[in-house]
């Protein structure tokens, strides 16, 4: 490819940089989560627990997840989350108050836990790590089989403000081609159970470019999902990975695949536009009647993450660190099964550290991508530097690509709607040399 052709739309979805195959086993000895949390801001900080298990394992998906849990594996499981939140908790130490100002339970299918586990999940939450769920906004995934009125209520007791629910096509032979196998009527029952619980956010997730789809069926998809008024929709193009069951039958990705799902991006995008949503970034769209969100929900750069899970990543200043990666299924159970053996949860074992120039990259990418765009300013006042100096080859290239908004107010760098559509190519254009080689040499397992 010379360097002026457009890359490929979509090439990886960014939504944490660098990504998890840039990590690495940390050499021993693994550095101490109370040194690596020592001088960090810790009056803002987000949690996120990770869990990986499902009732099924779609075509699609490559997320870290195993089907069932036999042998009484999610209590180990929430055992050993409890041995791990212990130590997390310990490693933040008294000398700064801790403040959590954000929760997360993702997945996997957090609903596949029974209403009990749940509760004893946000017990964790709340009496290992301090976080007051009813204060701060908390988001939960689930499931259409899975999200009975039973765990939902007990999750809106707890003080859920986010139902997030997959349902990737209201269509059910697109499910069957997604291999996602899912009866309608399951997925309408699920809506009205959520919508049941007063929770004040419902976000459904929806999949565009499965084999068969069209702009017809496509917008029944969408217009079936706006019948509930979602607060926030998220569009997902499909993506076929390798380990995946559409990745062993489907032929690698084409042209003709790329067209068709830039063609659904734009017709998804300008049906949320004209029914009253408001495009956040390449895959989000929120209501604009629906009640703002807080001050905490959206930071998208920031660090101060602590992820519980085998799954889930913590976010230092310096260093991103989580447990091994796999998306194979024999791997995958493993690396849940030394997980719930795990005695010490004291040191990071595997991740990546952050410097100063993998900051602004990071900065720039997570800003960059959100609809609004990135103040110059800010970046500036945190790094003491333009964007424009630290990234001239790359800002210069989105611009003669007609990927920048030339009428975005000055001090604002915003991409086009171009540029917004292609989020999936640009973003891999901002990795550093050095992700780029840690992320090539990652042989998935
Ligand atoms: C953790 S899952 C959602 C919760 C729940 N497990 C479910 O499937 O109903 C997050 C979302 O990512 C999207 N997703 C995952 N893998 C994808 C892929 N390969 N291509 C497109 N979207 C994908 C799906 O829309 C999915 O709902
Ligand atoms: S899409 Fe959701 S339910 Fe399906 S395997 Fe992935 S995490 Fe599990």
């Keep these: 490819m010379s360097d002026s052709a457009a890359p490929r ?24 989560l109370a040194a690596l949390w020592r001088d960090e801001p810790k009056d803002a900080l987000s949690l996120y ?58 997945g996997g299918t957090p609903t596949f836990l029974t209403a009990g586990e749940l509760e004893r999940l946000c017990d964790i939450a709340e009496k290992r790590m301090g976080v007051d769920l009813r204060a701060v906004p908390l988001s939960v995934e689930t499931s259409p089989a899975t999200a009975t009125a039973d765990r ?16 990737q096509s209201f269509v059910e032979a697109e499910a069957r081609a997604a291999v996602r196998p899912q009866r309608r009527a399951d997925v309408e029952s699920a809506l009205g159970r959520i919508r049941d619980t007063g929770v004040p956010v419902l976000n459904i997730d929806l999949i565009y470019g499965i084999d068969g789809q069209t702009e017809e069926s496509w917008r029944s998809s969408l217009d079936a ?27 690698a990705a084409d042209r003709e695949w790329d067209e068709q799902r830039l063609r659904l991006y734009r017709y998804g995008r300008d049906h949320l536009r004209a029914q009253g949503y408001a495009q956040v970034s390449m895959r989000m769209f929120r209501r604009t009647d629906a009640a703002p969100l807080g001050p905490d929900d959206y930071a998208c750069q920031t660090d101060g993450m602590i992820g519980l899970g085998c799954g889930a990543r913590s976010y230092t200043s ?11 299924m024999r791997e995958i159970r493993t690396i849940i099964d030394a997980y719930t053996e795990t005695a010490d949860f004291s040191r990071a074992e595997v991740g990546r550290w952050v410097d100063a120039g993998e900051a602004r990259r990071r900065h720039l990418l997570q800003s960059l991508l959100q609809a609004e765009g990135m103040p110059v300013a800010g ?7 333009s964007p424009f100096a630290d990234f001239p080859a790359e800002l210069a290239r989105f ?36 992700v780029r080689a840690a992320m090539a040499a990652y042989e998935p397992k």
């Design 225 to 251: 999902a706006l019948a509930w008024r979602p607060e926030e929709l998220y569009l997902y193009p499909l993506y076929v990975r390798p380990l995946t069951g559409l990745g062993r039958i489907s032929p």
């Design 152 to 167: 939902l209520a007990l999750l809106a007791e707890r003080g859920a403000t986010r139902l997030s629910i997959g349902v």
């Design 399 to 434: 611009e003669a690509l007609g990927w920048l908004d030339e009428e975005a107010p000055a001090g604002l760098l915003r991409l086009s709607p171009e540029g917004l559509a292609h989020s999936d190519g640009l973003g891999p254009e901002l990795f550093s040399p050095s």
């Design 9 to 32: 739309p979509y090439r990886s979805y960014v939504y944490a940089y660098p990504h998890k195959t840039a990590y690495r086993p940390l050499p021993d000895p693994a550095p101490s």
């Design 318 to 328: 310096a260093l991103h660190y989580s447990f091994d990666y796999a998306v194979d």
């Design 49 to 106: 627990a990770h869990i990986p298990f499902c009732e099924v394992r779609c075509g699609f998906c490559n997320l870290f997840t195993r089907i069932g849990a036999p042998d009484e594996l999610t209590t180990r499981y929430l055992d050993a989350l409890d041995r791990q939140a212990a130590a997390v908790r310990e490693a933040l130490g008294d000398r700064d108050p801790v403040r959590f100002a954000t929760a997360a339970f993702g």
């Design 379 to 385: 970046y500036e006042e945190r790094f003491g530097a």
